[in-house]
């Protein structure tokens, strides 16, 4: 997905900051979430849809706004390196995200079936 597609689903300027991702991405999520349309599955897919694409351009974005901040230097004198503990923490940080994702995608597929029936 592109840059500019990603800022347009979650409406957001292109110098947007990473509160202002975040607070985008919370007010998408909450008008889009699958949970609020457990009455409609037409409306349910829609909005499973929906919510995979605002959760991919949030994904896209906040890694493109760290890159553009750069890394952060912590004030506690150890210059900006990373500490194996951070290191883990960012590793695990992305595999439960790239889990969730795929088990958003494999749920959305399985509701889809489930309803075509």
Not at 5 to 24: Q, S, V
Not at 30 to 54: M, T, Y
Not at 71 to 96: F, L, M
Request: positive net charge.
């Amino acid at each position: 997905m592109k840059l500019s597609r990603c800022y347009e689903l979650l409406d957001l300027p292109g110098d947007a900051t990473m509160k202002e991702l975040k607070e985008a991405y919370r007010d998408a999520i909450s008008v889009w979430h699958p949970d609020r349309f457990s009455g409609n599955s037409r409306l349910r897919c829609k909005a499973e849809q929906k919510a995979a694409l605002i959760n991919e351009a949030y994904r896209i974005l906040s890694d493109h706004i760290a890159r553009l901040d750069g890394p952060a230097v912590p004030e506690d004198g150890s210059g900006g390196r990373v500490s194996e503990e951070g290191r883990v923490e960012r590793i695990a940080e992305t595999g439960t995200r790239a889990v969730l994702h795929a088990g958003h995608a494999i749920y959305s597929v399985l509701r889809r079936l489930a309803s075509s029936r």
